[in-house]
T-cell receptor, first 112, second 118 residues
Framework: SQQGEEDPQALSIQEGENATMNCSYKTSINNLQWYRQNSGRGLVHLILIRSNEREKHSGRLRVTLDTSKKSSSLLITASRAADTASYFCATDAENTGNQFYFGTGTSLTVIP | GAVVSQHPSRVICKSGTSVKIECRSLDFQATTMFWYRQFPKQSLMLMATSNEGSKATYEQGVEKDKFLINHASLTLSTLTVTSAHPEDSSFYIC??????????????FGPGTRLLVL
């Protein structure tokens, strides 16, 4: 399976704290993307980081990518209750017809 | 721009019947569409990749005779779950990549279809 892994599987924090999620993958990639999914709903695209980039910011989100370790992290700063959701990384692997392979996901709960 | 819709959003059917799910790109032409399945509290698993005008490519372990995929036009792909059984109950999500979009462009996801087989 080309599915990546994320840790932690579940994370519970107080509002205002930072949340960090990690993603590891198995193959060389073109890019890596992070998505958010509220319970039972579709996916919301958060951020894309290309294989030649090491860090990217978007609002309260910070993503890093280490291709040598085949890993990425998503940091959400100053979390809010509305950030409660599942977060998935997805890798767009080289030489695979550009399919996405999703990580196992991190379930984030932000306690007001 | 780049909106993808799915229909129906929710469907309940009896065991043994077939169910068709539509995925449409509303404001762009999708040369490639992808179908995913998501079981409760699990991640999305890629089922198949469909290119307009050609046969779908299925991931290992996905039965192509059970999950029929048709990508007959540049804006529509359909997934038919044939002879559905309760274990096929899941959340089915499609995504699309548009004509002319670079390989580094993201896929655009539909809102998903929840299938419940009784």
């Amino acid at each position: 399976s080309q599915q990546g892994e994320e840790d932690p599987q579940a994370l519970s924090i107080q509002e205002g704290e930072n949340a960090t999620m990690n993603c590891s993958y198995k193959t060389s990639i073109n890019n890596l993307q992070w998505y958010r999914q509220n319970s039972g709903r579709g996916l919301v695209h958060l951020i894309l980081i290309r294989s030649n980039e090491r860090e990217k910011h978007s609002g309260r989100l910070r993503v890093t990518l280490d291709t040598s370790k085949k890993s990425s992290s998503l940091l959400i700063t100053a979390s809010r209750a509305a950030d409660t959701a599942s977060y998935f990384c997805a890798t767009d692997a080289e030489n695979t017809g550009n399919q996405f392979y999703f990580g196992t996901g991190t379930s984030l709960t932000v306690i007001p | 721009g780049a909106v993808v819709s799915q229909h129906p959003s929710r469907v309940i059917c009896k065991s043994g019947t077939s169910v068709k799910i539509e995925c449409r790109s509303l404001d762009f032409q999708a040369t490639t569409m992808f179908w995913y399945r998501q079981f409760p509290k699990q991640s999305l698993m890629l089922m198949a990749t469909s290119n307009e005008g050609s046969k779908a490519t299925y991931e290992q372990g996905v039965e192509k005779d059970k999950f029929l995929i048709n990508h007959a036009s540049l804006t529509l792909s359909t997934l038919t779950v044939t002879s559905a059984h309760p274990e096929d109950s899941s959340f089915y999500i499609c995504s699309a990549r548009g004509m002319g979009m670079s390989v580094q462009e993201t896929q655009y996801f539909g809102p998903g279809t929840r299938l419940l087989v009784l």
